[in-house]
């Protein structure tokens, strides 16, 4: 049976990836940095709760290690756990850009090394590293966030690469504003001046996003690699 990892899944795109991966029979480990969300997403999806820092590599191991005992080797992995701060590139402190790529790209890089050798030798499995459309075009006020998401579909790209001959596939998603609690962080007029830039107008929702991870987490997409998927209400055309 398909076990995944989803990484920041107390709220949001990961509570909502989460629930579609557990609604469709795979054993999934809930990840969150906070303790409490952690359980009460796994306790509403069925899965098995573990609260750590993506950006810890300790954490990270203890993760990986407590899927093992529980579920075998995952064969999946959703990157998704994020963190958002909105300022102006001058106010930007050195502390606020460090933590920025901490969760996003050092993330991404310490939970994708921790599961790949096990899906390498299994000849098979599936990474999903969540980027953003900010990563493609940029984001006024989010030069860090942008930063730290063109920064993942880099790597998603590379290691698809390196990878692909192995068996396992490495892709992106790369989600336009969704309503969720990290986009309404950001300030109103962020908000209304993002959306009026859309073609559809408004923001999509969390479950828009977990049909396109469903999607690449499937044998459906098994000759999607290094590809970066953009369900963003039209943000970016490709």
């Not at 009460?40 to 999806?45: N, S």
């Not at 499995?125 to 493609?136: H, I, K, R, T």
Request: proline share 3%; aromatic share 4%; with cysteine.
């Amino acid at each position: 049976m398909n076990s995944v990892i989803v990484t920041g899944a107390g709220s949001g795109i990961g509570l909502a990836v989460a629930q579609k991966l557990a609604d469709l029979g795979y054993n999934v480990v809930v990840n969150d940095f906070d303790e409490g969300s952690a359980i009460a997403a796994a306790q509403k999806i069925g899965g098995l709760a573990v609260q750590g820092d993506v950006s810890d590599e300790a954490d990270v191991a203890r993760m990986v290690a407590a899927c093992t005992a529980k579920y075998g080797a995952p064969t999946h992995l959703v990157n998704n756990a994020g963190h958002v701060h909105q300022a102006k590139f001058t106010d930007l402190a050195t502390a606020d850009f460090d933590r920025m790529i901490a969760v996003h790209l050092r993330g991404t890089f310490l939970c994708t090394r921790a599961v790949l050798p096990q899906m390498i030798a299994a000849g098979a499995g599936c990474v999903v590293n969540m980027a953003s459309q900010l990563g493609q075009i940029g984001g006024v006020e989010l030069v860090h966030y942008s930063a730290a998401k063109a920064g993942i579909i880099g790597m998603t790209k590379a290691l698809a690469r390196e990878v692909s001959s192995t068996g396992v596939r490495i892709n992106a998603v790369a989600p336009g504003p969704i309503n969720t609690p990290l986009v309404h962080a950001l300030s109103e007029e962020w908000r209304a001046a993002k959306a009026s830039e859309l073609p559809l107008g408004h923001f999509g929702e969390p479950q828009d996003v977990a049909e396109t991870v469903a999607f690449l987490c499937s044998d459906a997409a098994r000759i999607y690699v290094g590809q970066t998927l953009c369900p963003n209400s039209g943000d970016v055309m490709l």
